[in-house]
């Protein structure tokens, strides 16, 4: 099969990120796939943390009124209180990030993890929403549903597949946050999480000495592309989550996890037969 060029490769998986970054279907899973089968470029996994910046600039975009109320009203305690189980989210997110980069946790190389993780998450979402089904829940975030979604992205870092943002919004209907509020809490600790995650992977990446190896001018491409798709995304997810469930997602989460097990399990048996 002939290769595509990177700059169309670049775009492609600049659309994929703009377009699963906020929803429950994860992105870094849907980065993976097509990369790890050949069917695109293989990128580096800088340029995956890299091209979540133009996500990270969609939610700012999007939410811009409720960010600029949070900036102005630091009198509130309600601002203040808001903001303050932000940073307990995050800061819980980035010393969980710390610890996956010193124990040297890459992303996977094979499809198998991530189908694995996709299939799973199906059930997790059908769980929440039955758990979750005629309970409209509350618009507070509470300190408990801070912590869980701290936890919840480390998780998500862990093993792709799971979902970033999927993971904490679910954890936090879970614990009877509003899906709506549950939805902004996580669109917007995502903000810090993702602009921290691509400065430290750059800085690490820069300390190494792997600068030079780095195609900069591609991962500008990818971000801006990212950033693009990701604010029509975000602004359609939020009307959408007004008065729909996440078992759409669910679905697509569960045909998509078959099919790659099924795919992975024919691959499988392939080599065997190779081998014999």
């Given amino acids: 099969m002939e290769t595509l060029p990177t700059w169309l490769a670049v775009v492609i998986l600049g659309l994929i990120e703009g377009i699963t970054e906020f929803l429950p279907i994860s992105s870094t899973g849907h980065l993976l796939i097509p990369q790890n089968l050949g069917w695109l470029p293989r990128q580096s996994d800088l340029f995956s943390i890299v091209i979540q910046s133009g996500a990270v600039l969609a939610v700012v975009a999007v939410f811009a009124d409720r960010v600029k ?9 309600d601002t203040r209180d808001y903001l303050a189980k932000l940073a307990t989210a995050f800061g819980i997110t980035a010393v969980g990030g710390v610890l996956i980069k010193k124990l040297d946790i890459g992303l996977p ?4 993890p991530v189908a694995w993780a996709t299939f799973i998450g199906a059930f997790v979402i059908f769980g929440v929403e039955a758990w979750r089904k005629n309970h409209q829940g509350t618009d507070t975030i509470g300190w408990r549903v801070a912590v869980a979604v701290g936890l919840a992205q480390i998780l998500a870092a862990v093993f792709p597949g799971t979902s970033r943002s999927g993971a904490s919004i679910l954890i936090a209907m879970a614990l009877g946050a509003a899906r709506p509020g549950a939805t902004e809490f996580s669109f917007l600790v995502g903000v810090p999480t993702l602009i921290a995650a691509g400065a430290f992977q750059t800085f690490n990446v820069i300390q190494e000495g792997g600068a030079h190896a780095e195609d900069w001018s591609m991962h500008a491409l990818g971000t801006v592309v990212s950033a693009i798709s990701a604010f029509i995304v975000v602004k359609w997810l939020i009307h959408f989550v007004q008065s729909h469930t996440f078992n759409g997602f669910a679905w697509y989460r569960l045909v998509m996890g078959a099919a790659l097990l099924t795919w992975v399990a024919i691959e499988g048996e392939a080599l065997n037969q190779a081998a014999d």
């Avoid at 109320?69 to 305690?77: H, M, R």
């Avoid at 190389?109 to 198998?112: G, K």
């Fill in 109 to 112: 190389e094979t499809v198998a």
């Fill in 69 to 77: 109320t949070l900036a102005t009203t630091l009198g509130n305690p």
